[in-house]
């Protein structure tokens, strides 16, 4: 294999995860703009969409897309549920970011938890979307389950687009995002957004679990770095910007497997909060954002 | 005698604090049918605090009314439902929204309603033409002037049936502000009562039918304007 194959073919990997991590990243966007709040819980989201998938494939004996639409609705309830039980009270009492964070984490920890003795701590996995040999581009395989990630992710970066500059309700929630008292005053149900962002995140993150544990596994505990990796996109992106922290998502991805390739597997989260300072020293504002 | 005209807004002792400070006591006030009514009163008297605690978003004791029935408290959505609508200290416009996108959200309870959109919109324009030639641009990007403009033809988008403002003068040039002051005359005279918060007393003197003026947070008068023999009366509200 030439340099240049074995490059590309690290590129093409990174790109894989990248997309999972930037809908993560996307996820943390949508609700910290709808309210200020950064969701550490994230990663329960991403975990629980690819648990309740295969709990659904091989305990009810579902087809992969019924059991993948079941659990990513059951995961956007959970997120509202999450929303109305831990947040909405802390938030009504204007709790700092401080307090939001650890909450959010307190309420991982408790999910993760609860699937551990729900179901165990054997990892588990999902069959790929469609079994066929990876489609060969020069010397570079590309699995048909990386395209299905990779056109879903744009897929999904588009009609987030569209929902949130052409929809009156997108539009909505981009005004909670700039002055949430102006928007109240404009009669615009805050609360009923702010619950519409958690739904709206905790699906995302399903489907990031959905559409990434037929090339992995999953774990109760795979959501922390889930999470971690989908934070550090969001702020690569600058945070709150949905298609910077895709974009970020795209490059921790990309850096990732590159520092794998080059140095072996545990140099990954080296390379990931490596990256992570680089960002916050240098570009603050992440890739769209302005320079510092 | 003919019968006193319908009080739209009344508060009855509406008092609010931020934690120990109390920033407004007991203060009653009214605004009646076709009425422009002023709060005048020197920074930081409270006058921001009195349109906050009448919407609910301040923490208050005493009550505030609309067509005799209590306004909800905490809940500004609900508040501004029921048609009174405020336009804040500092305009509190979409600054990264286009003026189209945010005259939208001003309508954001109207759902679907394509024809009532097209007619509210319409007045808007008429009334503020230069909104029209600015849609497409960055709400944030326009001069204050025309922030201010776009902050009120917003507020007139939900069809509000009272209007409070909040020193919508703030930081304009006197040219400016004589043309906003002229436009909430339109809307006056077109029925709609406007509750006008200022600093500035000549400005709002010229429109109002009646003016209370707030100082320390309380109510210390209630003028009425003709009868103002020089700006001398109200100075001495303002320095004592
Ligand atoms: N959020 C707040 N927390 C504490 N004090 C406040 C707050 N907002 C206003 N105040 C105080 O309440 C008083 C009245 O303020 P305000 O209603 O804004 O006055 P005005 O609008 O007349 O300038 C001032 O003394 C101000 O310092
Ligand atoms: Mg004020």
Known sequence: MSDFTYFAQVLVSGLGTGCIYGLIGIGFCVIYNASGIVNFAQGAFVMLGGMITQVALTRLGLPLPIAAIIAILLVA?????LERVVVRPL??????MFVMILATLAAQIVVERATLLAVGDQPRTLPVFTDLPPLK?????????????????CLIVAGLAVFFQKTKTGKAMRACAIDREAAALQGIPVKRMLALSFALSAGLGALAGVLITP?????FNVGVPFAISGFIAAIVGGFGKPSGAFLGG???GVVQAAAIAGFGSGLKNVAALSML??????????IVGASK | M?????????TQALTARYGHVQALSAADIHVCAGELVAVLGPNGAGKSTLLRAILGLASTTGTASFHGEPLPRQDP????????????EGRGIFGPMTVSENLQLGAYRLRGDKAEYGRRLARVLALFPRLGERLSQTAGSMSGGEQQMLAIGRALMSDPKILLLDEPSLGLAPRVIAEIMEKLALLRDEGLPILLVEQKAPAALKLAQRAYVLVLGRIVACLDPRDLSSHDDLAKYYFH
Do not use: C, H, K
Request: aromatic content about 8%.
């Open chain 2, 2 to 10: 003919t019968a006193a005209p319908a009080r739209i807004l009344e």
């Open chain 1, 91 to 96: 938030w009504d009492r204007n709790a700092t």
């Open chain 1, 77 to 81: 309830i959970s997120g509202t549920v």
């Open chain 2, 77 to 88: 959505v609900a508040v501004s439902s029921r048609g009174v609508v405020l336009v804040p």
């Open chain 1, 250 to 252: 795209l490059l921790l």
């Open chain 1, 137 to 153: 581009f020069g010397g570079v395989a590309v699995s048909l389950q990386l395209i299905w990630i990779l056109v879903t992710s």
């Open chain 1, 215 to 219: 090339t992995q596994y999953t774990a």
């Open chain 1, 277 to 286: 300072l680089i960002f916050l020293f240098l570009r603050p504002g992440g």
